[in-house]
């Protein structure tokens, strides 16, 4: 274990981290080692992490210090953040700095950051296509990201930086599954009209994340994209029809429609998914298949996902 580099992973229990652990320790030849570093080291998944094998220590991404201390020694780290949490694109982007500064302080030698497009790039704040949310964002979630990556570029850090996809365990616990209408019958709704939406099991982000520190060197600098399969409403109704052994429908709504759902988050929803119909081929361009499968052979196909986790769909 001694000679093993030690990758950092910032969200070990989370679903990327959590992969890219993973992928790791189950690796009998790695030449890498796991430093999870989590809020929480007593919680379940973090003793679950430890008994894996990896080391398990404290850090928080709001407290620069400890993330330093976390990094310290380690050949590499795996950076992402969980806007989700609090919904503030500003803490984002001040925690992205803080994994910054901290991968420079410590002179790490390759880091994976976490990130997605900023959207503003394609639709200024000016563009009455889409509404602008919070006064400076069209997408919040991904322009704070895709913003942040000037952070590690201006402070010389080696970073590739990774364009994720739609994480199909969305259908499980972000509340996008099949629900019943009024009618009984099973769907799924998305702003997307007949375009394609990149998916991916987010286990195999964390899998794709270990190829590319496998590769090294050779990526630091690059951006690069990946995705599971592309596929529209209804070959994705198709798939979840065959796993439930129910029809589930495609209902194809307009942006203004999915954002007067309502939820926490709608509006930022309902924008990300205009901006990927919208920007369809640029979008899927920027994740190709082909990429994602040299980083990880094993890397799953949406029917063989869902064929695996139908059980765990919260049918309504």
């Known amino acids: 274990m001694a000679d093993k580099k030690i990758i950092a992973v910032v969200g070990a229990t989370g679903a990327q981290g959590g992969g890219l652990v993973r992928a790791i320790l189950t690796d009998p030849g790695s030449e890498f080692t796991v430093r999870a570093l989590t809020r929480n080291i007593n919680s379940d998944k973090a003793t679950a992490l430890a008994q894996l094998g990896a080391q398990v220590v404290t850090a928080d991404l709001d407290d620069q210090t400890s993330l330093e201390r976390a990094f310290e020694g380690a050949y590499g780290a795996f950076c ?4 989700w949490e609090h919904f503030s694109p500003e803490r984002e982007v001040t925690q992205a700095t803080a994994m910054a500064q901290a991968a420079r302080q410590t002179g790490l030698q390759h880091v994976i950051w976490s990130t997605l497009e900023d959207t503003r790039r394609w639709l200024p704040l000016s563009d009455q296509r889409m509404p602008t949310l919070m006064e ?8 704070a990201k895709g913003e942040a990556n000037q952070r590690f570029t201006d402070l010389g850090v080696p970073t590739t930086f990774l364009l994720t996809s739609f994480f199909w365990e969305n259908f499980i616990y972000f509340g996008m599954g099949p629900q019943r209408g009024p009618d009984g019958v099973l769907a799924i709704t998305f702003p997307m009209e007949a375009k394609k939406l990149p998916g991916i099991a987010a286990g195999d982000i964390g899998r794709c994340a270990y190829g590319i520190f496998q590769k090294g060197e050779d990526l630091v600098g690059k951006t690069i994209g990946i995705a599971g399969e592309h596929l529209t ?13 129910q029809e589930v429908r495609y209902n194809a709504v307009a ?24 920007f369809n081929e640029a979008f899927c361009g920027a994740r190709r298949l082909e990429v994602a499968r040299s980083l990880n052979p094993s890397l799953q196909t949406f029917e063989a996902w869902v064929a695996q986790n139908a059980s765990r769909l919260p049918l309504e």
């Open 136 to 143: 400076k964002y069209k997408v919040p979630h991904f322009d």
């Open 233 to 245: 409403g209804d070959e994705l109704a198709v798939a979840l029809t065959r796993a439930l052994g």
């Open 255 to 278: 942006p203004e429609v999915y954002r007067s759902f309502g939820f926490p988050g709608a509006d930022d929803l309902s924008n990300m998914f205009q901006f990927k119909r919208d």
């Open 80 to 83: 992402v953040t969980n806007f």
